[in-house]
């Protein structure tokens, strides 16, 4: 049996504060509304954001409860990290000096790691 990733479900709860995250400040692609859903893609990945959740859950460090996440690929880590900063987006970890990776959190409090 052989399998391929189809859309990424992002299931949130407050869908303009995760577009604006999603689109304005990641640069993801508007493809179509559904219902309420969006469908958005980075490159030719496909997402399609979900506005179902009706709890906020308990934040806890990175690794220490099942997840499912995904990895952004930058140029310059640097300018990424100073990037995410000046528009005050959540860090879960910070860039280390000379490091090529950090994480950041979206609205909704789920993790993306940003790899230079």
Not at 50 to 63: D, F, N, S, V
Not at 94 to 113: M, T
Request: glycine share 6%; net charge negative.
């Amino acid at each position: 049996m052989q399998f391929k990733v189809g859309e990424i479900n992002i299931i949130c709860s407050d869908i303009e504060r995760s577009m604006a995250f999603y689109r304005n400040l990641l640069g993801f692609d508007i493809v179509s509304e559904e219902d309420g859903a969006w469908h958005i893609k980075c490159g030719e990945v496909p997402f399609l954001l979900l506005p179902m959740a009706k709890i906020m859950p308990e934040r806890k460090p990175y690794c220490q409860e099942p997840a499912v996440s995904f990895d952004l690929l930058v140029e310059d880590a640097k300018a990424a990290f100073n990037f995410f900063r000046e528009h005050k987006v959540e860090f879960e970890m910070e860039l280390e000096p000379n490091g090529r990776y950090f994480f950041i959190r979206d609205p909704n409090g789920l993790v993306i790691e940003i790899v230079g």
